[in-house]
């Protein structure tokens, strides 16, 4: 009899609790049920100029008639109807440069939606101030004989191609396409021998984007900076044990537009006046060549790279007597000057002749 008892008492217990539980959730449900339609998923934002793609797989719920994109906290939208493809793209135009947020919501015919929340992905618009900080691809110019020498840096995937225009030697302007991202050489050889200057544009295309932005810039070109020959004659006026270098494989590198430092090729391999001290090759310390020029291609002044005067005292001077100016046409470079030490006394003289290479 008690078996009984406890039994019916466990019943009446578990109705209670059930009845108890509808109570709580019955303001919820004085419209019936709620249905949510399947929502999209994978989500993906591709960036464009002024406008953004919104990628997204559609739902398999067969009663899904449109899907809305809702952005600006909901107060634009945009409707599409399903896709036949399984993967729908959708393109927001007309945006504000910026950063947006997407909900997109899909509807069957009914009226049901898919849950609030369920696919939000973020993007942005792109434009002219992401275009403005854009930079064209990195490039180092230098002369030679056979024309002028672009050294391209490698770019990265984003980087499509650069334009390269430039004025020929029958003053056409030419543009050249170049589109190989790896680190490379290659030489103008139709490019007019005066010719001071380079037009670049390279194209870029965001990661996943869908349109293409530019940065151009005019890269002006220094032609004396090259690899050289140089010939001439030294004088140490202390010792004659020190002779010259020549013959002298040398490079004339671009510090600035108009300025240059002489760097030794065969010896030192950095910035110094080679010397053969007693039949073997060496260098004065602290002492490093660096020729100012200006827009004519005249020698304007020599000074010591380690300062004026370094920390032995030695100083480069300019001797105004030697041509001192480098010629475009035959492309070499003529120049007197002096290593003075100590003070303004001359202790060395140097009358050289850089011929390219």
Known sequence: ??????ALTALSCCFSSCTKMDDEYKPYLTNGEIFYTGAPYNLETH??????????????????????????NNKNKLEVAPDK??????????????????QIVA?????????????????????????????????????????????????????????????????????????DN???????????????????????VPLKGIDTFYATQTVQINLAAAGYICTGSM?????????????????????????LELVDDDNSHDVFHKIISGGTASYYGAFGVVFNMDNTFHIISVVNKYGQPSSNGRSAELDPSGVNQFDPVSKTLK?????????????????ETFTMK
């Open 182 to 204: 790896s680190a490379f050489r290659d030489t103008l050889a139709d490019i007019k021998q005066t010719a001071t200057s380079l037009q670049l544009k390279t194209a870029y």
């Open 1 to 6: 009899m008690k078996k009984i008892l406890c």
């Open 235 to 259: 004088t140490d006026y202390t010792s004659a044990t020190l002779t010259g270098p020549y013959p002298w494989n040398t490079t004339l590198r671009i510090i600035s537009l108009y300025q």
């Open 85 to 102: 493809n399984v993967i729908q793209k959708v393109i927001v135009n007309d945006l504000p440069e910026g950063d947006y947020t997407f």
């Open 335 to 351: 120049v007197k000057y002096w290593m003075n030490q100590p003070g303004a006394t001359h202790r060395t003289s140097f009358d």
């Open 107 to 179: 509807l069957d015919k009914a009226g049901n939606s898919s849950t609030p929340g369920s696919a939000i992905t973020t993007g942005s618009a792109l434009g002219a101030t992401y275009e403005s900080n854009l930079l064209v691809r990195r490039m180092a110019a230098s002369n030679s004989k056979a024309g002028i020498i672009l050294d391209w840096a490698s770019a990265d995937t984003t980087c499509k191609y650069t334009m390269v225009s430039y004025v020929d030697n029958t003053n056409k302007t030419i543009s050249k396409k170049v589109q």
């Open 47 to 72: 960036a464009g100029r002024g406008r953004i793609e919104i990628q997204f797989t559609q739902s398999k719920d067969p009663n899904i008639t449109r899907y809305v994109i809702y952005w600006n």
